[in-house]
Nanobody, 122 residues
Framework: QGQLVESGGGLVQPGGSLRLSCTAS????????IGWFRQAPGKEREGVSC????????YYTDSVKGRFTISRDDAKNTTYLQMNSLKPEDTAVYYC???????????????WGQGTQVTVSS
């Protein structure tokens, strides 16, 4: 059964950067879109970004446009989320997921990672 594993989270000061990785095992992620979601305490899980299987279609939620960049390296079965100019409101557990299409709705994804904590604080 396929799995996704996130890594790269941590504590960073406002204005800093982190790069999250999402590595697939048990299947080849190159055939699937990969979405990034985040969930802050007491809030619903929200879509952050998604990249299509070909990489030709990329989507960002408005709050991260110009700061976050999604990319994929299919040779490494890994998708990345480069996060720059981080703000305290970016603090959340970040998850990657895969499904049949890019979507902002979590229920349309069928495989999820365990999440990685990102904390932006001085």
């Amino acid at each position: 059964q396929g799995q996704l594993v996130e890594s790269g989270g941590g504590l960073v000061q406002p204005g800093g950067s982190l790069r999250l990785s999402c590595t697939a095992s048990g299947f080849s992620s190159e055939y699937y879109p990969i979405g990034w979601f985040r969930q802050a305490p007491g809030k619903e899980r929200e879509g952050v970004s998604c990249i299509s299987s070909s990489g030709a279609d990329i989507y960002y939620t408005d709050s991260v446009k110009g700061r976050f960049t999604i990319s994929r390296d299919d040779a490494k079965n890994t998708t990345y989320l480069q996060m720059n100019s981080l703000k305290p409101e970016d603090t959340a557990v970040y998850y990657c997921a895969t499904g049949p299409v890019c979507s902002w709705f979590p229920w349309e994804y069928d495989t999820w990672g365990q999440g990685t904590q990102v904390t932006v604080s001085s």
